[in-house]
C-alpha cells in the first residue's frame, strides 16, 4: 500500500477550522474511495470518485463534507467548521477500474483531531 | 445498515496454533470478498480474497473459506504467528463498492 500517498499523516484542527485530506492513488489508478474509521468501529465508506466526477457520496455526511478528484493533482476531502465528532482516521484506496477490481490499496490514512 | 459483520472483536491465540476467523454478510449481491490486514497507525494491507464463485482460496499461511448458502466466510492462519498479531478486516464487493466488517483484533501469544 505504499503507493497510494496520505497527507498529512496527522492534522490538529480547533473546532470551527477547516480540515484539507489530500490522497495521491496509484500510478495508473483512476478511482479514488475515502473511508473514515471512527475509534473502536470499523472502515466505513464515504465517498467514490473517479477523475472529475463523483460516483457515489451515499457515505459522506450531506453537510460540511465534500470530496473532489481533479484531473490533476491529489483528490482532496475537505471537512469544513470541524466538530469533535469529526476525529477519526481517514483512509483513502484507490483501484483501477470501479466494477472488476480484485483488490483496493489503502494509504496510511490521516488523523484528524479536533481539539 | 451493517451487511458485513465480524461478531468475535477479539481473538487471543497461542503461537503455532490455529487462528480462526469469521465474517457474515447479508447482501447476496456481493460477488467478490477479502480480507484486510491493519497494524496500528498504518492503513489496511490487502492479504487474501475469494471470488463468490468459489468456496476455498489458499495462500501460503492463509486459506479463506466461503459458504454462499450460509452467508458466511472464514479466514483460517496456520500456523500463527507473532507477525500475525494485528486487526484484520472482512470486506465485500458489490460493483464498486467495499463493504467492511468492524474487524478482529488478533493477538499470538509466545
Not at chain 1, 500510478?27 to 473502536?40: A, C, D, M, N, T
Not at chain 1, 459522506?60 to 467548521?81: D, T, V, W, Y
Request: some cysteine; overall charge positive.
Amino acid at each position: 500500500n505504499a503507493g497510494v500517498m496520505q497527507n498529512p499523516r496527522h492534522l490538529v484542527r480547533r473546532r470551527g477550522q477547516e480540515a484539507r485530506l489530500r490522497c495521491s492513488p496509484m500510478k495508473g489508478h483512476s478511482h479514488v474511495y475515502w473511508y473514515r474509521q471512527l475509534p473502536e468501529e470499523g472502515l466505513k465508506f464515504m465517498v467514490y470518485l473517479q477523475k472529475e466526477n463523483i460516483i457515489d457520496e451515499s457515505g459522506m455526511p450531506k453537510e460540511r463534507f465534500s470530496a473532489e478528484f481533479p484531473k490533476e493533482g491529489p483528490s482532496i476531502l475537505r471537512i469544513q467548521q470541524v466538530v469533535r465528532g469529526d476525529s477519526a482516521a481517514y483512509f483513502c484506496a484507490s483501484a483501477d477500474q470501479g466494477s472488476g477490481f480484485t483488490e483496493a490499496f489503502f494509504g496510511q490514512g490521516t488523523r484528524l483531531t479536533v481539539v | 445498515d451493517q451487511q458485513v459483520k465480524q461478531n468475535s472483536p477479539s481473538l487471543s491465540v497461542q503461537e503455532g496454533r490455529i487462528s480462526i476467523l469469521n465474517c457474515d454478510y447479508t447482501n447476496s449481491m456481493f460477488d467478490y470478498f477479502l480480507w484486510y490486514k491493519k497494524y496500528p497507525a498504518e492503513g489496511p494491507t490487502f492479504l487474501i480474497s475469494i471470488s463468490s464463485i468459489k468456496d476455498k482460496n489458499e495462500d501460503g499461511r492463509f486459506t479463506v473459506f466461503l459458504n454462499k448458502s450460509a452467508k458466511h466466510l472464514s479466514l483460517h492462519i496456520v500456523p500463527s504467528q507473532p507477525g500475525d498479531s494485528a486487526v484484520y478486516f472482512c470486506a465485500a464487493r458489490d460493483d464498486y463498492k467495499l463493504s467492511f466488517g468492524a474487524g478482529t483484533t488478533v493477538t499470538v501469544r509466545a
